[in-house]
């Protein structure tokens, strides 16, 4: 599709499991970022990808969260040791060259509940 | 720092009354953009308009407008005439650069 796609768009995982979410931008956009949307609440920042430049990891919220992405293209946001308070909507947005020059597109997010 | 403040936390209206969403915010840079999106229930954030620090002209497109006044940093978003479809929550964001700070989103219901 020609959207921001994201994958699984739920996942139910135990504490203390490792999951892995998968975001795949839009074609040609050198920016892509990560949001966490907690129940009722804003969007929060974890990490923002430009191009081959080192990652704006100053959102995440504790070593146990972590993100690549590989060949300026697909990302995967990894969270270790899940505890109940990281469930939450986690949002994937890619834009051409960022929030200054246009608009981000927003997937669909995925559903990440931690019992 | 980046901070917006979206004071209005839920708006219920009925069918055809306009509905004024509030957005103030925050920041020290000179050069900044603003943002609003609507999130409906299927969960996707749709961008609906994008206004940088140097242009202070109120747009209109449709039944939306915005009113952005830098002497008050705010820029709020009016929806006239609303209808059900308009019922989701809406978001206010500022950006200096790359990093979109979010305000805490309003929840507008539209009854028939």
């Known amino acids: 599709g020609a959207g921001v796609s994201q994958s699984p768009s739920n996942k139910v995982t135990e504490k203390g499991k490792d999951v892995e979410l998968r975001c795949d931008p839009i074609?040609?956009?050198?920016?892509l970022y990560w949001y966490r949307q907690s129940l009722g609440q804003g969007l929060e920042f974890l990490i923002y990808?430009?191009?081959?430049?080192?990652?704006?990891k100053s959102g995440l919220p504790s070593d146990r969260f972590s993100a690549e992405r590989t060949g300026g293209s697909v990302s995967t946001l990894t969270i270790q040791r899940t505890q109940q308070e990281d469930s939450a909507v986690y949002l994937c947005?890619?834009?051409?060259?960022?929030?200054?020059?246009?608009?981000?597109?927003f997937g669909e997010g995925s559903r990440l509940t931690v019992l | 720092a980046q901070k917006v403040t979206q004071a209005q936390t839920e708006i219920s209206v009925v069918e055809k009354e306009d509905v004024t969403l509030d957005c103030v915010y925050e920041?020290?840079?000179?050069?900044?953009?603003l943002f609003w999106y609507k999130q409906p229930p299927s969960g996707e954030l749709v961008f609906l308009i994008r206004?940088?620090?140097?242009?202070?002209q109120n747009e209109i497109s449709g039944r939306y407008s915005w009113n952005f006044q830098k002497s008050t940093s705010s820029f709020n978003f009016t929806i006239t005439a609303s209808q059900v479809v308009d019922s989701a929550v809406y978001f206010c964001?500022?950006?200096?650069?790359?990093?979109?700070?979010f305000g805490a989103g309003t929840t507008v219901t539209v009854r028939a």
């Open positions: 074609s040609g956009h050198t920016a």
């Open positions: 206004r940088n620090s140097f242009d202070e």
């Open positions: 947005a890619s834009s051409l060259n960022g929030p200054g020059t246009g608009e981000l597109f």
């Open positions: 990808f430009q191009g081959n430049s080192a990652p704006d």
């Open positions: 964001a500022l950006s200096n650069d790359y990093k979109l700070s």
């Open positions: 920041t020290r840079d000179t050069t900044y953009y």
